[in-house]
């Protein structure tokens, strides 16, 4: 039904209108639906073409399109063409409203983003199935960190060079560039970061329960992600889809510590029901998520 009304769309209007988009968007939804990444990418990333021939490849239009592209990769977990839509919609827009416009700073905290979640699915990727040697890897984390440092400092910059510069998206600019140098390992550029933040939290009113809000006990900087079924089996997802209804839901409560580093320690399992079954797949996925940690007087603790 959506072809058809396509193909009538095409034939009232011409190949290159903008009333078709809808259309599009609802067909991208239904392959998406129907397990087609392939077909659903066409469907958004067409949508590109008809902008540049109807606005111009420079237009500010066309970035807001993009963007809207970046947005649908970030929903599908398609990091790497994320980053690569993000990238043009800040090419765009430099070029059409001037690389000191403020508006950049939102597509920058995009763009770091994008190389954070590309370097934690790198990092995620078991080595017997990866195409890539250890150096090959190293080198691409190391292009990653340093894409996402570039982005969010480039932000400092842009909001630094305002008539009247935005201390609280300092702050905020400041925090992210502290967990990426986290992620990163980078720990001393994630210490120097957290302290410039602090700073300027601390020149705000109500500033005690800003930085105790902010810095007063540690928080999540990447995932901890649990599998949606266990035993991880192929007979389980058959059996899953087929009867829903003979699975249970499980809980797993833990208890740990975050040192200095942001690195989880001393992990306790309190709680588990039915026991004996994600125990070690929940302390492992712990054990790799990262935290900003608190803060006392300027100094993680």
């Known amino acids: 039904a959506l ?14 209108n903008l009333d078709q ?7 991208s939804e239904t392959y998406l ?28 239009e066309l970035a807001a399109s993009h963007f809207k592209l970046a947005r649908w990769y970030n929903r599908t977990g398609q990091t790497a063409a994320e980053l ?6 800040y090419s765009i827009m430099a070029v059409t409203s001037g690389e000191n ?21 790198l990092r995620q990727a078991p080595r017997n199935l990866s195409t890539l040697n250890i150096s090959d890897a190293d080198s691409q984390l190391a292009n990653m960190r340093n894409g ?13 060079a305002q008539p009247e510069p935005n201390l609280l998206l300092d702050a905020e600019l400041l925090l992210e560039l502290g967990d990426a140098h986290m992620l990163f390992g980078a720990l001393r550029s994630a210490k120097l970061a957290y302290q410039n933040a602090w700073d300027i939290y601390l020149e705000q009113k109500a500033h005690t329960e800003l930085l105790e809000g902010i810095f007063g006990s540690p928080v999540a900087i990447s995932e901890t992600t649990m599998p949606g079924y266990y035993p991880l ?5 058959i059996a899953l889809a087929s009867n829903p209804e003979v699975f249970g839901d499980g809980l797993i409560v833990m208890r740990f510590d975050v040192n200095k580093a942001g690195a989880v320690k001393n992990i306790r399992v309190v709680e588990a029901d039915p026991p004996n079954t994600l125990e070690r797949k929940a302390t492992k996925a712990l054990r790799y998520t990262r935290y900003r940690p608190a803060m006392n007087n300027r100094e993680p603790i």
């Open 233 to 237: 089996k192929r007979s389980t997802e």
């Open 101 to 121: 416009n403020p508006e950049l700073i939102e597509t920058l905290r995009y763009i770091s983003e994008s190389y954070v979640m590309q370097a934690g699915d």
């Open 21 to 27: 988009i809808a259309i599009h968007d609802e067909l």
């Open 84 to 89: 690569n839509s993000y990238r043009r919609a």
């Open 33 to 60: 639906a129907l397990s087609d990444l392939d077909k659903a990418n066409f469907h958004q990333k067409i949508q590109i073409d008809f902008a540049e021939y109807t606005k111009g490849k420079n237009s500010s």
């Open 148 to 160: 996402a440092i570039t982005a969010l400092k480039r932000a400092i910059e842009i909001n630094a």
């Open 3 to 16: 072809l058809r009304g396509l193909r009538i769309n095409h034939a009232s209007q011409g190949f290159y």
